[in-house]
């Protein structure tokens, strides 16, 4: 079974940086879509971006336009996102989703990414 393992969370102040990895086992990176989605306490978990499998294009939501970006390795079955200018209501559990054939969904265990002010 494909398995995703995130990392890279922690605590940032507001307007910082934080690089979060996604490792992919069990599979390679071109076989999938790539989403980032993250989750706050008693809200909703929302999609951040989505990478195509095809065209490498990713979708960023209006909320982290212009401070986020999302890359990969392949070579190291990694997707990454550069998170910049973070403010606290970035502040949420963020995950790493991979889409295959049939619209399957592989989830991560998720990362904690606080914001402070």
């Known amino acids: 079974q494909v398995q995703l393992v995130e990392s890279g969370g922690g605590l940032v102040q507001s307007g910082g940086s934080l690089t979060l990895s996604c490792v992919v086992f069990?599979?390679?990176?071109?076989?999938?879509?790539i989403g980032w989605f993250r989750q706050a306490p008693g809200r909703q978990r929302e999609k951040i971006s989505c990478?195509?499998?095809?065209?490498?294009?990713?979708v960023y939501e209006d909320s982290v336009k212009g401070r986020f970006t999302v890359s990969r390795d392949n070579a190291k079955h990694a997707v990454y996102l550069q998170m910049n200018s973070l403010k606290p209501e970035d502040t949420a559990v963020y995950y790493c989703?991979?889409?295959?054939?049939?619209?399957?969904?592989?989830w991560g265990q998720g990362t904690q990414v606080t914001v402070s002010s």
């Open positions: 990478t195509t499998s095809s065209d490498d294009i990713t």
């Open positions: 069990g599979t390679t990176l071109d076989a999938y879509a």
């Open positions: 989703n991979a889409r295959g054939v049939l619209n399957k969904d592989y």
